[in-house]
């Protein structure tokens, strides 16, 4: 198994440029998660999905969105990047809620917004 | 907002001497959990903790959740040079949204050989 793979890797985007960036798991996971990561400040929740076809928002949504139509991935795009949004993205995933959660990180994909 | 404060924010120990990280969050918590993160890599699950006042071991590492399931500890005695990385608190507020983490800013152990 993969576990949790992201792509890219890196990118390097010039401000108003959009992407999306890429979230796959293969562990049959109902919980998706869409973190930042920028120093100093730890892991922020951007946006969450506790389902196919379901998505909520995290502490840090504005300027992001997020697709979850096949229940392994999670898609998360930047319409128009903006300086503000270079910073480390983590996707993650846990099993259906219970006692236990723990979440499974992915790669990190190194977002820079010039 | 709710907020989960970690300190130190950076600790800097000669190999063999011992590491505490310490978590506080502004609001009870259903669980806590652990994770490491080295240099360049992602977080990994350490461990969760559950019940009030919960000690937990795993070799040289302890954990605790205090009584109040508002603070917690990570302890490493004897630390070596595989324990450097960002020691990640991570909280479940009590009647939370079911999974929705509140991760800690982190601490940044770094062990000089």
């Known amino acids: 198994n993969a576990g949790v793979t992201q792509t890219p890797k890196f990118r390097v985007l010039k401000t108003g440029q959009s992407m999306t960036l890429l979230c796959a798991q293969d562990?049959?996971?109902?919980?998706m998660y869409w973190y930042r990561q920028d120093p100093g400040m730890g892991l922020r929740l951007i946006h969450y999905?506790?389902?196919?076809?379901?998505?909520a928002k995290g502490e840090v949504p504005d300027g992001y969105n997020v697709s979850r139509l096949k229940k392994q991935n999670f898609l998360l795009g930047l319409e128009s990047a903006a300086p503000s949004q270079t910073s480390v993205y983590f996707c993650?995933?846990?099993?259906?809620?219970?006692?236990?959660?723990?979440?499974?990180f992915g790669p990190g994909t190194r977002l820079t917004v010039l | 907002g709710q907020q989960v404060m970690q300190i130190p924010q950076y600790q800097h120990v000669q190999e063999g001497e011992d590491f505490t990280t310490y978590c506080n969050s502004s609001?009870?918590?259903?669980?806590i959990q652990w994770y490491k993160q080295r240099p360049g890599g992602h977080p990994v699950f350490l461990i969760q903790?559950?019940?009030?006042?919960e000690v937990k071991k795993q070799k040289r590492l302890t954990f605790q959740f205090g009584e109040a399931k508002k603070n917690s500890s990570l302890h490493i005695t004897a630390t070596q040079t595989t324990d450097v990385g960002t020691y990640f608190c991570?909280?479940?507020?009590?009647?939370?949204?079911?999974?929705?983490?509140?991760f800690g800013t982190g601490t940044l152990l770094a062990v000089q050989p």
């Open positions: 993650a995933s846990s099993p259906l809620a219970g006692s236990y959660n723990e979440q499974f």
């Open positions: 562990m049959n996971h109902e919980y």
């Open positions: 999905s506790v389902g196919e076809g379901t998505t």
């Open positions: 609001t009870t918590l259903s669980n």
């Open positions: 903790l559950v019940k009030s006042g």
């Open positions: 991570a909280g479940l507020p009590y009647g939370g949204a079911t999974n929705k983490l509140i």
